[in-house]
Nanobody, 126 residues
C-alpha cells in the first residue's frame, strides 16, 4: 500500500496542526496498524504515536502525550495526527507508516512497519 502524508507547515509555538496519512490508491486502510514517526535534522527517526487496526488501542511517546492525538477514519482511508500546543522541539519531518495487523497491537519501532509515506515537514517557530 502506498501512503501519502500531508498537512505539515510552519506554525508558531503553541499552535496546532493536523497531519493526514492516506492511501494513495484509495486502498482500504482497515487491516493496517499505523504509526507516526518524526526525524529532526541530525537526529534519528523517533516514534511519535501509533494506532491499532481497529482504532481501539493507541500509544504515544512521552514527549507528545497530552498534546498529540492519533485517530483514524477508515471510511476515508485516512489516519490523522492532531498536534496541539506545538513546541519548537517538535520541528521535524513527520512520516506515517503502516503494517498489516489483525491484533490490537500498536507498534513503536520503525522496523515494525512495512510501508512508509514520503514525509511532511513541520516547522514550529519560537
Amino acid at each position: 500500500v502506498q501512503l501519502q502524508a500531508s498537512g505539515g507547515g510552519l506554525v508558531q509555538g503553541g499552535g496546532s496542526l493536523r497531519l493526514s496519512c492516506a492511501t494513495r490508491s484509495g486502498r482500504t486502510f482497515s487491516s493496517y496498524a499505523v504509526g507516526w514517526f518524526r526525524q529532526a535534522p541530525g537526529k534519528e527517526r523517533e516514534f511519535v504515536a501509533a494506532i491499532s487496526w481497529s482504532g481501539g488501542s493507541t500509544h504515544y511517546a512521552d514527549s507528545v502525550k497530552g498534546r498529540f492525538t492519533i485517530s483514524r477514519d477508515d471510511a476515508k482511508n485516512t489516519v490523522y495526527l492532531q498536534m496541539n500546543s506545538l513546541k519548537p522541539e517538535d520541528t521535524a519531518v513527520y512520516y506515517c507508516a503502516a503494517r498489516v495487523s489483525y491484533s490490537s497491537g500498536v507498534y513503536t519501532s520503525p522496523s515494525d512497519y512495512t510501508y512508509w509515506g514520503q514525509g511532511t515537514l513541520v516547522t514550529v517557530s519560537s
